[in-house]
């Protein structure tokens, strides 16, 4: 046992080797961390106010972020369910690499809240039994739960594969079927919670509406697996792994019915609002073809729409979605379209105007754009470690998994 | 022990002892608190939910905070803890008949609750709306008027601050419970308890919490240093604060600052329970509203029109 | 029976005139009170409102008492714009002037509907007259500028503190200054 446990960590120490470009893709990213560090000192040390957000838009591009990776974390389960439950054998392979951007995603998110609140290092507030957690009224507080507990099963399901793969040993699925399971409603659950995050504010008529919750499964379901094909061809191209094609196809073929529903939930959210007029509606106006001259965001949300559409349109069409140029363009503006349409198209115009009729336009300031740069590169480099750390054993176990 | 070291060109050579070794240094570095820090910063650090503590807890963080303000504005701080008096529920009531928009409200407000000049924090938003427009018609109305004189023709005013509503939807949001309704009625926040997460500010339909986006800085001389735990104490960086009926004076029976500085009488205050008061006969002798009553978040600030509005002598 | 006769008639007489000495003292009674009346303690306004709450003065005039000058003029009743006390611009009432609230023959008095004298500190009742609903509105402590405690003593202020008498209608004044646009906000090093 404690030979695993020491060759566990033994393997471990692979993230710190590799070939020169290795070294460069982590110097890079290390480099824009400790930017994002510095930021960070900054914004530690004067307060929330090198940020833009300020009492009339209080929540903007750190919750932004969260709100777009809860999804992607989301959007893991889409490759778990046909795998493990419908033993679709070209998918089984990925299944990890999901597992590892499930768990990357979530510690993105979590850390996107860390530099979001005001009093970070008072955060032990919100733990149940030394702090006083506001379950279950607040939603904040089933969120806290949801989140860390998905994270808790896929490192468990990661864990587990593993440290059976390290010892040259096949996973046992009576292990790991009961986890798969549980991170399956656990997926919804992240980003439905999420959804009603924002859906609990009814001060905040553009959220206080019952499609959210839809939308933003929707969305998920098309971002995260989009972002997940990229790493893989990544995968494919420069370590060699062995995905088949048949594997990306399928997937491709669930981020399509997602993305159109996507756009169709965009569409009805739309016409209810602009049909109806009233004064709730104001939000999306302001998004759209913003009030008076304040339009910053006009010209983002167009290119979300634009783009969800022409990808829509690339993935509805066989000869494009089979061909991996198109296939790749398409999954790009999907990203970018939901990306932009459920990040700051989202917490943006719910907050504008205000709740008494202000509009304060809100654009990211260079410490946000910084920091959050940063949490994406930590990001990155965690995937890039964890995938670095698996995928010896994923190599391996190829000679002992059917 | 048998040292065991990597052999790869491009690895650093660090074995499994010096690893500990250093990263127990670190640990150890990391605990001794910085030169010039006291005791106090992990007392505050560990302080734990004011409804968490009992009397004797609650007097030596009251001491600790009232040394430290003291310190802090080079003038005798008191922080009182008054508990809220048996069968008392505060109400509020505004005449936007009469409110001509001078906001000497708004300023009394800063001067007696210590808000913050610089980041600027206003409790109180006056808002400027044109007559016969909806009535609370927000997408109209403005808060930054500045004109050489108010009333302005065709204009009422309506201040908006926190309304303590009966079923907070603040309340419900707050991950940590920081913030509360007591038996009196007022909301109010436990400032060192509060994260800053900012979700409050998400629920209030009023627009009424604020958020301290920097150290707040409040002159020395301005500072009113009779202050409440849960009122207007010098707040941190980075909690959320909002009206909360002037919770140091009220509790003792006196007006809030709002009510006493408004110069045309538009502001009225007492005890909902007390049949007598004349919170209740404001609301027998008007027909009062409140702001946005279709999210049922039942204010206690009601609003009516005592007057046809503003017969002085700019607004006619 | 000449003797009886005179008997009766000394006690019809006597029991007449303690008849008439006692109706007398009773009228004398509701006159001492109509005495009273004529002279109002400088406290009536505060018969007005719930004792022990304050009521504040109204503010001191400029020349008074009014009978150091008017002691020896005559009342001029014809309605005309005045030479002295020129700068008291009239706004108050649709019709009317000075004659409708001042007394012509004593200028240290008030004068109401129904003739009776007040002091000026009484002004309430005065306004009272025509501003019934508001003055029950003072009453109930729901008109005017509060202050005071609101379980306690509360402060009633005198109508003549805040409004004047001959331009009742407040003017237009100077707005504090507006809030900071939230651009503006911007971090700035202390010291």
Same mark, same amino acid.
């Given at each position: 046992?404690?030979?695993?446990?020491?060759?566990?960590?033994?393997?471990?120490?692979?993230?710190?080797?590799?070939?020169?470009?290795?070294?460069?893709?982590?110097?890079?990213?290390?480099?824009?961390?400790?930017?994002?560090?510095?930021?960070?000192?900054?914004?530690?040390?004067?307060?929330?106010?090198?940020?833009?957000?300020?009492?009339?838009?209080?929540?903007?591009?750190?919750?932004?972020?969260?709100?777009?990776?809860?999804?992607?974390?989301?959007?893991?389960?889409?490759?778990?369910?046909? /795998?493990?439950?419908?033993?679709?054998?070209?998918?089984?392979?990925?299944?990890?690499?999901?597992?590892?951007?499930?768990?990357?995603?979530?510690?993105?998110?979590?850390?996107?809240?860390?530099?979001?609140?005001?009093?970070?290092?008072?955060?032990?507030?919100?733990?149940?039994?030394?702090?006083?957690?506001?379950?279950?009224?607040?939603?904040?507080?089933?969120?806290?739960?949801?989140?860390?507990?998905?994270?808790?099963?896929?490192?468990?399901?990661?864990?587990?594969?593993?440290?059976?793969?390290?010892?040259?040993?096949?996973?046992? #699925?009576?292990?790991?079927?009961?986890?798969?399971?549980? /991170?399956?409603?656990?997926?919804?659950?992240?980003?439905?919670?999420?959804?009603? #995050?924002?859906?609990?504010?009814?001060?905040?008529?553009?959220?206080?509406? *019952?499609?959210?919750?839809?939308?933003?499964?929707?969305?998920?379901?098309?971002?995260?697996?989009?972002?997940?094909? #990229?790493?893989?061809?990544?995968?494919?191209?420069?370590?060699?792994?062995?995905?088949?094609?048949?594997?990306?196809?399928?997937? *491709?073929?669930?981020?399509?019915?997602?993305?159109?529903?996507?756009?169709?939930?965009?569409?009805?959210?739309?016409?209810?609002?602009?049909?109806?007029?009233?004064?709730?509606?104001?939000?999306?106006?302001?998004?759209?073809?913003?009030?008076?001259?304040?339009?910053?965001?006009?010209?983002?949300?167009?290119?979300?729409?634009?783009?969800?559409?022409?990808?829509?349109?690339?993935?509805?069409?066989?000869?494009?979605?089979?061909?991996?140029?198109?296939?790749?363009?398409?999954?790009?503006?999907?990203?970018?379209?939901?990306?932009?349409?459920?990040?700051?198209?989202?917490?943006?115009?719910?907050?504008?105007?205000?709740?008494?009729?202000?509009?304060?336009?809100?654009?990211?300031?260079?410490?946000?754009?910084?920091?959050?740069?940063?949490?994406?590169?930590?990001?990155?480099?965690? &995937?890039?470690?964890?995938?670095?750390?698996?995928?010896?054993?994923?190599?391996?176990?190829?000679? &002992?998994?059917? | 022990?048998?040292?065991?070291?990597?052999?790869?060109?491009?690895?650093?050579?660090?074995?499994?002892?010096?690893?500990?070794?250093?990263?127990?240094?670190?640990?150890?570095?990391?605990?001794?608190?910085?030169?010039?820090?006291?005791?106090?910063?992990?007392?505050?650090?560990?302080?734990?939910?004011?409804?968490?503590?009992?009397?004797?807890?609650?007097?030596?963080?009251?001491?600790?905070?009232?040394?430290?303000?003291?310190?802090?504005?080079?003038? @005798?701080?008191?922080?009182?803890?008054?508990?809220?008096?048996?069968?008392?529920?505060?109400?509020?009531?505004?005449?936007?008949?009469?409110?001509?928009?001078?906001?000497?409200?708004?300023?009394?407000?800063?001067?007696?609750?210590?808000?913050?000049?610089?980041?600027?924090?206003?409790?109180?938003?006056?808002?400027?709306?044109?007559?016969?427009?909806?009535?609370?018609?927000?997408?109209?109305?403005?808060?930054?008027?500045?004109?050489?004189?108010?009333?302005?023709?065709?204009?009422?005013?309506?201040?908006?601050?926190?309304?303590?509503?009966?079923?907070?939807?603040?309340?419900?949001?707050?991950?940590?419970?920081?913030?509360?309704?007591?038996?009196?009625?007022?909301?109010?926040?436990?400032?060192?308890?509060?994260?800053?997460?900012?979700?409050?500010?998400?629920?209030?339909?009023?627009?009424?919490?604020?958020?301290?986006?920097?150290?707040?800085?409040?002159?020395?001389?301005?500072?009113?240093?009779?202050?409440?735990?849960?009122?207007?104490?010098?707040?941190?960086?980075?909690?959320?604060?909002?009206?909360?009926?002037?919770?140091?004076?009220?509790? @003792?029976?006196?007006?809030?600052?709002?009510? @006493?500085?408004?110069?045309?009488?538009?502001?009225?205050?007492?005890?909902?329970?007390?049949?007598?008061?004349?919170?209740?006969?404001?609301?027998?002798?008007?027909?009062?509203?409140?702001?946005?009553?279709?999210?049922?978040?039942?204010?206690?600030?009601?609003?009516?029109?005592?007057?046809?509005?503003?017969?002085?002598?700019?607004?006619? | 029976?000449?003797?009886?006769?005179?008997?009766?008639?000394?006690?019809?007489?006597?029991?007449?005139?303690?008849?008439?000495?006692?109706?007398?003292?009773?009228?004398?009674?509701?006159?001492?009170?109509?005495?009273?009346?004529?002279?109002?303690?400088?406290?009536?306004?505060?018969?007005?409102?719930?004792?022990?709450?304050?009521?504040?003065?109204?503010?001191?005039?400029?020349?008074?008492?009014?009978?150091?000058? !008017?002691?020896?003029?005559?009342?001029?009743?014809?309605?005309?714009?005045?030479?002295?006390?020129?700068?008291?611009?009239?706004?108050?009432?649709?019709?009317?002037?000075?004659?409708?609230? !001042?007394?012509?023959?004593?200028?240290?008095?008030?004068?109401?509907?129904?003739?009776?004298?007040?002091?000026?500190?009484?002004?309430?009742?005065?306004?009272?007259?025509?501003?019934?609903?508001?003055?029950?509105?003072?009453?109930?402590?729901? !008109?005017?500028?509060?202050?005071?405690?609101?379980?306690?003593?509360?402060?009633?202020?005198?109508?003549?503190?805040?409004?004047?008498? !001959?331009?009742?209608?407040?003017?237009?004044?100077?707005?504090?200054?507006?809030?900071?646009?939230?651009?503006?906000?911007?971090?700035?090093?202390?010291?």
């Amino acid at each position: 046992m404690t030979t695993a446990l020491i060759n566990f960590f033994k393997d471990a120490s692979n993230i710190f080797k590799g070939g020169p470009k290795y070294y460069m893709l982590m110097g890079i990213l290390g480099a824009i961390v400790a930017v994002g560090l510095g930021a960070y000192y900054l914004q530690f040390d004067r307060g929330l106010i090198v940020t833009a957000m300020r009492d009339q838009v209080a929540w903007g591009f750190y919750i932004a972020n969260f709100t777009f990776l809860v999804g992607v974390a989301a959007a893991a389960v889409l490759l778990v369910i046909p /795998s493990y439950l419908y033993k679709f054998k070209p998918i089984k392979e990925v299944v990890l690499f999901g597992e590892i951007m499930a768990v990357t995603a979530i510690i993105m998110c979590l850390l996107f809240i860390m530099v979001d609140v005001g009093r970070p290092l008072f955060v032990w507030h919100m733990l149940p039994v030394i702090g006083t957690i506001n379950f279950p009224v607040s939603m904040l507080a089933w969120d806290f739960f949801v989140l860390n507990g998905y994270l808790a099963v896929n490192l468990a399901a990661l864990g587990y594969v593993l440290y059976c793969y390290s010892q040259g040993r096949p996973y046992s #699925l009576k292990v790991l079927l009961p986890i798969v399971i549980l /991170s399956i409603p656990m997926a919804f659950s992240i980003h439905t919670v999420t959804a009603f #995050l924002y859906g609990a504010a009814k001060a905040r008529p553009m959220w206080n509406v *019952s499609i959210l919750g839809p939308r933003f499964l929707a969305s998920a379901f098309c971002s995260g697996p989009a972002l997940m094909l #990229l790493v893989f061809q990544a995968l494919r191209k420069y370590e060699k792994v062995d995905i088949e094609d048949k594997a990306i196809f399928k997937i *491709s073929e669930i981020i399509t019915y997602a993305l159109g529903i996507n756009l169709f939930f965009l569409f009805v959210e739309i016409f209810t609002d602009f049909y109806s007029n009233t004064l709730s509606g104001v939000s999306l106006h302001y998004l759209f073809f913003g009030i008076g001259d304040k339009t910053s965001l006009v010209p983002f949300i167009w290119t979300a729409v634009v783009f969800n559409v022409i990808a829509f349109a690339i993935m509805l069409t066989p000869k494009y979605r089979y061909n991996f140029k198109t296939l790749n363009v398409a999954l790009v503006l999907m990203i970018i379209g939901v990306y932009i349409e459920k990040g700051m198209g989202l917490v943006i115009p719910g907050q504008t105007p205000d709740t008494l009729g202000e509009i304060y336009e809100y654009v990211p300031t260079t410490p946000e754009l910084l920091i959050s740069m940063a949490l994406w590169a930590f990001g990155a480099m965690i &995937f890039i470690a964890l995938t670095k750390f698996a995928l010896p054993k994923i190599r391996a176990s190829k000679d &002992f998994e059917h | 022990m048998i040292k065991k070291t990597r052999k790869h060109p491009a690895a650093i050579n660090l074995d499994r002892r010096t690893f500990l070794k250093g990263a127990a240094l670190g640990a150890a570095a990391m605990a001794l608190p910085p030169a010039d820090a006291d005791a106090g910063i992990l007392e505050g650090f560990f302080q734990k939910h004011f409804r968490e503590m009992n009397d004797e807890e609650i007097k030596k963080v009251i001491d600790r905070l009232e040394k430290d303000y003291s310190k802090q504005f080079s003038k @005798e701080v008191k922080v009182k803890v008054t508990k809220p008096m048996e069968n008392v529920v505060f109400g509020y009531g505004l005449d936007i008949g009469r409110c001509i928009g001078c906001r000497k409200c708004v300023h009394a407000c800063v001067a007696e609750n210590n808000q913050s000049r610089d980041p600027q924090i206003q409790w109180i938003s006056v808002l400027k709306m044109k007559k016969g427009a909806k009535i609370a018609d927000f997408e109209s109305a403005d808060r930054y008027y500045q004109p050489e004189q108010v009333p302005e023709p065709g204009q009422f005013y309506l201040p908006v601050q926190c309304q303590q509503c009966e079923n907070p939807p603040c309340v419900d949001v707050c991950p940590t419970k920081a913030t509360w309704k007591e038996k009196d009625g007022i909301i109010v926040i436990d400032y060192d308890w509060c994260i800053g997460c900012r979700y409050c500010m998400m629920a209030c339909p009023y627009g009424a919490r604020r958020f301290n986006w920097s150290k707040p800085n409040i002159p020395s001389e301005q500072l009113n240093p009779n202050t409440h735990y849960l009122g207007n104490r010098p707040r941190p960086k980075g909690a959320v604060e909002k009206c909360t009926f002037c919770i140091q004076r009220t509790r @003792e029976g006196r007006y809030p600052a709002c009510v @006493e500085a408004c110069p045309v009488g538009a502001r009225k205050f007492g005890n909902l329970a007390d049949p007598n008061s004349e919170i209740r006969k404001a609301m027998e002798h008007f027909r009062v509203f409140r702001l946005k009553e279709d999210l049922n978040t039942k204010p206690q600030f009601f609003y009516f029109f005592g007057v046809k509005a503003n017969r002085a002598e700019g607004g006619k | 029976m000449k003797k009886m006769k005179a008997v009766f008639f000394t006690l019809l007489a006597t029991a007449a005139l303690s008849v008439f000495l006692i109706q007398s003292g009773v009228h004398a009674q509701p006159q001492a009170e109509q005495a009273a009346k004529q002279q109002p303690k400088q406290t009536a306004a505060k018969l007005l409102i719930q004792a022990p709450d304050t009521v504040t003065q109204a503010p001191k005039m400029a020349f008074f008492p009014c009978s150091q000058c !008017h002691a020896a003029m005559p009342a001029n009743k014809t309605e005309r714009a005045l030479a002295f006390h020129a700068e008291i611009g009239l706004k108050h009432m649709p019709t009317g002037w000075c004659y409708s609230c !001042h007394d012509e023959k004593n200028k240290d008095k008030l004068k109401l509907a129904n003739g009776d004298l007040i002091d000026y500190s009484d002004s309430a009742m005065l306004c009272g007259q025509c501003h019934g609903a508001t003055l029950k509105e003072w009453q109930d402590g729901v !008109h005017g500028k509060r202050t005071g405690m609101w379980n306690g003593s509360k402060v009633y202020d005198n109508c003549l503190s805040c409004h004047d008498q !001959h331009q009742p209608a407040f003017k237009a004044i100077k707005p504090m200054p507006a809030p900071e646009r939230p651009e503006k906000i911007i971090y700035k090093k202390k010291k």
